[in-house]
């Protein structure tokens, strides 16, 4: 019998079976899906997860729940062999290898955000990818609001309160909101810190937020931007690079901030899984 590997466990690796046991009878084909983790995670609502708005379990789905006759292996790959057919995935737990010979490979392995290059970017920032992203992010909040509260008025709390998000895509304006809601919800129980006291910097590098959306949402992006800019939580164009404990726009201003920052670039560039493979480079990069 032929065997159907499919890499990634995301939307696209997970549809991709779902229709396969759709399509094929029980005895055309085996079917086998390969992911680092035993969940599908739902990324638009990792914002959410961010604030404490919707908690963990709220957002993931599991693989095995989704899939009927499909074989869910656990483990991230490590090498991909094109002409001898079969791929080697590492147990996250148990560093196990596991070998699955195929017939047919998919390959749905997702993408990361993109950096654009900047200096500093990957060092300095926090993405907005994953479930430890979310919870990484929220637990870096609460620890500037911790160390806000026994730091003195004055520039050092200043920057303990002051929190940037990169990118005015979908992304970054639900972050940067559900921050703010997350803001109003709990600074009251961090006396004597104020709302007025902190500051949301969202930063775009075009010239209204919401770029990608239609035509029809131009309304919308134009009351986003004014209230934006009316408020302590603003939004402002272009950023260049990001140096600790503060971040530098086109222009040459610099922004002191939290280290906490958080990148939400709608960009992505392909996520380079394989350790080691016998294809060329350029096959053995999605």
Known sequence: MKRIVV???GFAGVACARRLERKLRRDEAEIAIVSRDNFTLFTPMLPEVSSGGLEARHVVTPIRAQLHRTTVVLGEIGTIDLEERYVEARHPLTDAITRLDYDQLVIALGSVTSTFGIPGVAEHT???KTLEDAETLRNRVVAALEQAVVTPPGPARERLLTFVVVGGGYTGCECAGELVDFFHSVLRYYRPLQLADV???LIEAGSALLPDRPRRWDATRRAISAAAASSSFWAT???RSTAP????RRDGSLRPRRSCGARACGPVRCWRRCRTSRTPATAACW
């Open 7 to 9: 890499l990634g466990g």
């Open 126 to 128: 926090l993405g907005l």
């Open 199 to 201: 500051r949301m910097v």
């Open 237 to 239: 164009g272009w950023r």
């Open 245 to 248: 404990g503060s971040c530098s």
